[in-house]
């Protein structure tokens, strides 16, 4: 495999008992993991790893997305239009400003 040039987390709530739980999961964060390795498949972006996470402890703009190495943190991430204005950032170089965390 070749070392991706960017990593997407998708945060699924996870906790360490395993259970999916908390914001993320409860608003389709697993499903909307599904529609962004879709999209980057459809887009030809195959240098992007796509990974689910734990918590990542900022609830309050779940569903949560993170991109490195950018450090792009992403909130409010609920529908395929947050996705796909996400990835056209990432192509672009320049995050999704209407959804990122400060």
């Known amino acids: ?3 991706p040039a960017h990593h997407i987390f998708v945060c699924g709530s996870f906790r360490a008992t395993g259970s999916a ?3 993320c999961s409860k ?3 697993m499903g909307l993991l599904q529609y962004l390795e879709q999209e980057l498949a459809d887009r030809g972006l ?3 790893a ?3 996470t734990g918590c990542l402890k900022a609830c309050d703009h779940g569903p949560v997305v993170i991109i490195y190495p950018e450090n792009w943190w992403f909130g409010g ?4 239009a947050a996705i796909d204005a996400i990835i056209d950032g ?3 170089g320049q995050p999704a400003e209407a959804y990122l965390i400060d």
């Open 50 to 52: 796509i990974s689910s």
């Open 46 to 48: 195959p240098e992007i």
């Open 90 to 92: 990432l192509e672009s």
């Open 77 to 80: 991430v609920e529908d395929e």
């Open 21 to 23: 739980q908390g914001v």
């Open 1 to 3: 495999m070749k070392k």
């Open 27 to 29: 608003k389709n964060s």
